[in-house]
């Protein structure tokens, strides 16, 4: 990026801060972490509070901030062993990761609807964790994060986190589990009892889903259950827990349910950069701007979630116009309600200043 | 119960060190003694249980509640793995052993005082076997990472599984192992207790060194932190012994190299040792894939190699392109 471009890129950024709003939960007890070339270039920052850690952005404005998911007695001590851990959010990042550039941005849609289930199937019914303590979060880029502070979780360690990633991936998922088959008399089987649709977990989703898939598109399990009738009287022994109204043997059906089986788990959750389990980890302040596409990192309040759309909702509040010119071609995107592009590699635009500036960070265009 | 005879049961708890405190007994010779050979005998792991031997005389019961005081403080003064490890094990066992033949409310004050509270709320299931009800939170730092135990393997309802009463009982276990393990260091203990610490010593096995003949970075991540924690004398489950030993063998490591590793855990016992070893080797498992070890909960990173023992390949390559 040319150094004009980081220049204009840090005075919207810094105006941004001035009055930006954080909300941070025990700021004066975690690590902040900034980057200005990378994600994170240095650490071990501590803040006493919010005016100071907002006065310090608008000072020495970063590209990038983030800030523990672990609550510190020293937050700013060094090394890290000398800050005393206490405790630690327990924190999900669910992200897509797609071949071209700019494919993300279409299907954040999809990203969201699993950040939802993750709240709603998982964290709420399964893991009992109240509402009023799950924060979504926008990552500013290519997903969203999910911070749960609640004290019940917040002393666990790193494998018990991973334990609950496991869980939420599906990892190890055998829907066969959930039935109990019993021989009668040789080679002829009967399952004894299976999940019923008002169970919680793994079990109740698998016995909903399966309901499901034979209301909207029986023939996916088998063309028998195309007929209304067999159909139905499936579903009403699924509904009592009885999994014999149908006509095939145990095994075939298992069979048969398995790609609904495998779907109930949630792939999007990304494990690989350690956010759940690790308990020392720097992620991104909510409501900080990602450097990247100068998007903010919207925290989302449980009620607002559904109608939240990051390229509407988390652009930077600015009114003028930014001339640009493309250093390489850019597909037609939607953003603040308005279509842009598609934009050809050497063309000259003069775009809303919010739009011009993601193209510019995002390394498709410079300022001209 | 006397409250004297649940002290003895159960050392660690309140009304054990009340009891303690009321007595207004002195540390002796005597009561350093019997720290000892408490400690001696989780070393060797005798099955024979000091509380289940003693006199039935008060003073004589006091004494050896003393000696579980007094073998803490030996242990905080030594600051020894290896026979911390030995004590939470058998200290952790013998008293997992009486809690299955106790009703349910002393099983649920013991719960209670090992910080699994409120969360137990008994229950018989359509069978009639008895489950109980427990703080997701709460299981997840108490049970064994073991493939039984996986959530995936649980039911989940509203911030709580349920389990059965035996099971609440090898997690009990599992607390009571982690809170035998807390033990505060003592820097300056009185003369009795340091003179106690040659005589502990010379107890320690001799052969429990070889493992560390093993570089760090010759296996991939998961194996490196089961022998990491058996060089620290640290428990491991079954399943990890067992992971560990059919990757040992496979990568050629004759039984006796791989029983040394195993005498560093805190339970080890020569006999079933090799017993498992020598079964596993005739059976000749093939060490299970990533994807496995994943679910057994032993994966540590990322390696993408698809089964552990390709860890030696991908070096051999990568030092090959060098």
């Not at chain 2, 496995?292 to 860890?311: E, H, K, L, M, Q």
Request: charged share 30%.
């Amino acid at each position: 990026m040319q150094e004009k471009d980081r220049t204009t890129a840090l005075k919207y950024f810094a105006d941004y801060y001035q009055t930006a709003s954080f909300d941070i939960p025990y700021v004066e007890k975690r690590e902040f972490g900034i980057g200005n070339w990378k994600k994170i270039d240095s650490r071990h920052l501590g803040f006493a509070n919010e005016p100071d850690f907002r006065a310090y952005l608008v000072k020495n404005t970063p590209f990038f901030v983030s800030h523990s998911t672990a609550y510190y007695k020293y937050p700013d001590a060094t090394p890290i062993d000398k800050k005393n851990w206490e405790k630690a959010d327990l924190v999900f990042d669910l992200d897509f990761h797609s071949e071209g550039k700019y494919d993300v941005y279409s299907k954040l849609g999809q990203v969201k609807h699993d950040a939802i289930r993750l709240a709603e199937e998982f964290l709420i019914s399964d893991f009992g964790i109240s509402k009023k303590n799950i924060h979504y979060v926008f990552s500013g880029n290519r997903g969203y994060h999910i911070h749960v502070v609640e004290d019940d979780f917040a002393t666990i360690g790193s494998d018990e986190r991973r334990e609950i990633a496991d869980y939420i991936m599906g990892r190890g998922l055998d829907h066969i589990k959930f039935f109990d088959v019993k021989e009668l008399r040789p080679k002829v089987f009967k399952i004894e009892s299976g999940p019923r649709a008002d169970e919680s977990g793994y079990r109740g989703r698998f016995a909903r889903a399966v309901i499901e898939m034979l209301q909207n598109k029986p023939s996916d399990i088998s063309r028998t259950f195309s007929k209304e009738e067999v159909k139905n009287r499936f579903i009403e022994g699924i509904r009592e827990g009885n999994w014999n109204k149908q006509p095939y043997k145990p095994n075939d059906l298992f069979e048969r349910l398995r790609p609904i089986a495998e779907r109930l788990a949630l792939r999007s959750v990304d494990t690989d950069a350690g956010v759940t389990h690790d308990i020392k980890k720097l992620i991104r302040v909510p409501n900080s701007i990602h450097g990247d596409t100068g998007l903010i990192a919207k925290r989302v309040t449980v009620g607002d979630i559904e109608k939240f759309e990051p390229l509407h909702d988390a652009i930077l509040p600015l009114k003028g116009t930014l001339k640009i010119k493309f250093t390489e071609d850019v597909p037609e995107i939607s953003i603040h309600n308005e279509t842009h592009g598609p934009f050809k590699k050497e063309t000259e635009n003069e775009l809303p200043e919010a739009v011009g500036l993601f193209f510019v960070l995002r390394g498709s265009a410079i300022q001209v | 119960m006397d409250q004297l005879d649940f002290s003895l049961k159960y050392p660690f708890t309140a009304t054990a060190k009340q009891a303690l405190s009321e007595s207004k007994l002195e540390l002796n010779e005597r009561i350093v003694e019997l720290a000892c050979e408490r400690i001696k005998n989780a070393m060797r792991e005798k099955k024979e249980r000091t509380v289940e031997r003693i006199t039935i005389h008060e003073s004589g019961k006091l004494e050896e509640l003393a000696a579980f005081a007094a073998s803490r403080m030996i242990l905080g003064h030594m600051k020894n793995r290896f026979i911390t490890n030995k004590f939470a094990v058998t200290e952790s066992k013998r008293i997992s052993a009486i809690l299955e033949t106790e009703d349910e409310k002393t099983v649920l004050e013991i719960g209670k005082e090992l910080g699994m509270g409120e969360i137990f709320s008994s229950e018989k299931s359509g069978n009639g076997s008895e489950t109980v009800k427990m703080k997701i939170s709460t299981y997840l730092k108490f049970s064994p990472r073991a493939l039984p135990y996986k959530l995936i393997n649980r039911h989940l309802e509203n911030g709580f599984v349920t389990i059965s009463w035996q099971e609440s009982i090898r997690l009990m276990e599992e607390a009571i192992r982690k809170r035998m393990m807390e033990i505060p260091i003592v820097k300056q203990p009185p003369e009795i207790i340091k003179k106690a610490v040659p005589l502990l010593i010379a107890e320690m096995p001799k052969q429990a060194l070889p493992v560390t003949s093993f570089k760090e970075g010759d296996h991939p991540p998961c194996i490196e932190k089961l022998l990491d924690a058996a060089r620290k004398h640290e428990n491991l489950n079954h399943q990890a012994r067992w992971y560990l030993a059919v990757y040992l063998l496979s990568i050629g490591l004759d039984i006796e190299k791989i029983n040394a590793i195993y005498t560093n855990l805190p339970d080890y016992n020569e006999r079933t040792t090799r017993y498992q070893l020598e079964h596993a080797k005739k059976r000749a498992y093939t060490v299970p894939s990533c994807a496995s070890v994943t679910t057994y909960g032993f994966c540590v990173a990322d390696c993408r190699i698809g089964n552990p023992i390709n860890w030696h390949n991908r070096r051999d390559n990568n030092a090959g392109k060098r």
